[in-house]
């Protein structure tokens, strides 16, 4: 079992900047990554971090805006937001991938842009 905890969400103004955080103990993983899921919507993959190569993969709709990054002394991976905008509201999720697959899933934390 890997358990993943996020935080840093919260309400922002559009243009804003969040820096979210996410937790990780448990078993070993290959990879740790950012999902989100607004209102209505499918579950939005948005970024994931190989954890021995850094190696960081983006989906297009958030490249040049987020970031994502680990601490392996404090086995925890950052998602920086920048720019944010209204249509970036949901509730982010972190996710640990021990082999090829993202099996482990965080509570969520809430984000909130308004215009």
């Known amino acids: 079992q890997v358990q993943l905890v996020e935080s840093g969400g919260g309400a922002v103004q559009a243009g804003d900047s969040l820096r979210l955080s996410c937790a990780a103990s448990?078993?070993?993983?290959?990879?740790l990554g950012w999902f989100r899921q607004a209102p209505g919507k499918e579950r939005e993959f948005l970024a994931r971090?190989?954890?021995?190569?850094?190696?960081?993969y983006y989906t297009d709709s958030v490249k040049g805006r987020f970031a994502i990054s680990r601490d392996n002394a404090k086995n925890t991976v950052y998602l920086q937001m920048n720019s944010l905008k209204p249509e970036d509201t949901a509730v982010y999720y972190c996710?640990?991938?021990?082999?090829?697959?993202?099996?482990?899933w965080g509570q969520g934390t809430q984000v909130t842009v308004s215009s």
């Open positions: 996710a640990a991938a021990p082999n090829t697959r993202f099996e482990y």
């Open positions: 448990g078993r070993a993983f290959i990879s």
């Open positions: 971090i190989n954890w021995i190569t850094r190696s960081p």
